[in-house]
């Protein structure tokens, strides 16, 4: 009995070999093609994709089973601080499709007296004494970076997670990086639970809050920012603060929100006289510094 089953299961391990051996033979890697994501690769798709397929390196002929999908994705990203691969699709019975993002320009931090310029995906893309233009300015809360070509932050750190979160709600609200920039003037992070953003309509936005609740948070304060109903005409925010937070008041946490208008009254003063709430000294109070 035990020699029948010694037997059944040979065969059974031999059965599978000649298939995967069959397998491999057969499904080879023959052609390899690469497309951008949103179909419109900054500088050229067509450009894009030859040098994706070139940065791939994936060899012809060889087996789509052994095909290691995220050397490939190393491999086009270390050559490519920009691009971020989607997906690798294996299509038999001998192609393989490389779907890909091109991110444009997008934020910017100080790091040891020189600026870094981020794409969208978090990796640096550039270095420079100044500020440049079209970038929006992060003020970073943790230690950053200051190799081209890594991301700024590790996956875990803070910034980075508030940044893919901001970056992410705003896509989410249709905007492609260039329009982000032509939105949004800074973001401070430094302030331990805020998040800060200055719009370039001056109007801010306090979040009180981290990664975990950033897009219902964002999204009350931009949908004030943006709504232009009777009685938050969008005119009033142009300058001011639209203050949200998440209220545990109820057994159901609730968003809340507070706006206050440039010039208005929001308490007194130590010599007694009235206080007037000004972008800058609310910045000054509770973020300790001018505007980044």
């Known amino acids: 009995m035990r020699n029948k089953k010694l037997i ?3 065969t059974v391990v031999t059965v599978l070999i000649v298939v995967v051996v069959t397998c491999g033979a057969t499904f080879l890697v023959r052609n390899v093609y690469a497309y951008s994501y949103y179909g419109n690769a900054e500088g050229g798709a067509v450009n894009y994709d030859a040098r994706i397929i070139e940065a791939a390196d994936i060899r012809k002929n060889s087996s789509m089973f052994f095909l290691d999908e995220q050397a490939v994705s190393d491999r086009i990203e270390k050559a490519f601080p920009n691009v971020r691969v989607v997906n690798i699709e ?3 019975p001998d192609s393989v499709s490389i779907n890909y993002v091109v991110y444009e320009n997008s934020f910017q931090y100080e790091n040891g007296g020189s600026y870094y310029q981020c794409y ?5 893309g550039g270095v420079s004494a100044t500020k440049m233009s079209g970038y929006f300015t992060v003020k970073p809360r943790g230690v950053t970076s200051d190799v081209v070509g890594e991301f700024f932050q590790s996956r875990d ?4 997670k508030i940044m893919d979160a901001f ?9 492609n990086d260039s329009q982000i920039n032509e939105r949004i003037d800074f973001i401070d992070l430094t302030r331990d639970g805020y998040v800060y953003v200055r719009t370039k309509a001056g109007c801010s936005i306090e979040l009180k809050g981290g990664a975990d609740d950033f897009a219902k948070l964002m999204d009350r304060g931009w949908s004030l920012f943006v709504d232009p109903n009777p009685d ?3 005119t009033t925010r142009i300058s001011g603060l639209i203050k949200v937070w998440t ?3 109820s057994d159901s946490p609730t968003v809340k929100s507070s706006y206050i208008a440039l010039g208005a009254e929001i308490g007194v003063n130590a010599d007694g006289g009235k206080k007037y709430y000004s972008d800058a000294s609310y910045y000054l109070e509770n973020y ?4 980044v």
Do not use: H, N, P
Request: charged letters at 20%; aromatic letters at 14%.
């Open 120 to 124: 969208a995906s978090g990796r640096i």
């Open 167 to 175: 970056i992410s709600f705003m896509y989410s609200k249709g905007l």
């Open 8 to 10: 059944v299961l040979l």
């Open 157 to 160: 750190g803070y910034d980075r």
């Open 232 to 234: 938050s005409a969008v």
């Open 90 to 92: 294996r299509r038999f």
């Open 247 to 249: 209220s545990y008041a």
């Open 288 to 291: 300790g510094g001018i505007a």
